[in-house]
């Protein structure tokens, strides 16, 4: 007997941005599609001032961003000024890569479907936030409507890049 508590309908993109207002601030995972070339190239043509890791650098007291995807930070870092790193967040050497700078926001959204082994990198991340810091996480809600409606007409709509679909429940968890 597992129910999903009742929560208020929220802008994720509005809610990250006030969560990160004025903090120090580690982005992972800031675009692009690794396994597919034409997906990033679209991805790094278009205005990445405007992205959401562009809306961050506005608001976020300090901004550093992560990517797997190398063509993903060069483009980033010349649209937007910061310090970048292209680095896998479930290796063993994630931490080394910051000289250990601890941050108060980590945003990790719409990353962790596409992990293998989300586990190590959770604990990799705890290891660069700060005592008092906070994890934002967002992912693909396994039981939208949208996916819901499509399996009716037995259409299972799935990005190729994904690993693992998250309830609730398994979320949490």
């Known amino acids: ?9 929220v802008n994720r ?5 006030d969560c990160a207002r004025g903090k120090s601030v580690l982005h992972i995972g800031m675009g692009g599609c690794i396994d597919d070339d034409a997906v990033t ?5 278009t205005d990445l001032g405007n992205s959401f890791h562009g809306k961050l650098s506005t608001v ?4 550093d961003g992560v990517d797997i995807n190398p063509k ?5 870092r010349q649209a937007v000024p910061g310090h970048y790193v292209v680095c896998d967040v479930t ?3 994630f931490a080394s890569s910051f000289s250990g700078k601890k941050y108060q926001v980590v945003m990790f959204g719409d990353v962790i479907e596409h992990l293998d082994n989300f586990r190590t990198a ?7 936030m700060a005592d008092d810091g906070i994890l934002v996480v967002s992912t693909v809600n396994a039981y939208c ?3 819901i409606l499509k399996m009716m007409v037995h259409y299972e709509s799935v990005n190729p890049e994904h690993t693992v679909y998250f309830s609730y429940s398994t979320l949490r968890r």
């Open 60 to 63: 976020a007291g300090s901004l």
């Open 145 to 147: 409507l949208d996916a």
């Open 1 to 9: 007997n597992k129910f999903i508590p009742k929560a208020k309908l």
């Open 122 to 128: 959770l604990r990799n991340l705890r290891g660069v």
């Open 41 to 45: 190239s679209a991805y790094v043509a």
């Open 13 to 17: 993109d509005q809610f990250c941005l």
């Open 91 to 93: 290796s063993s050497d």
């Open 72 to 76: 993903t930070i060069e483009a980033m």
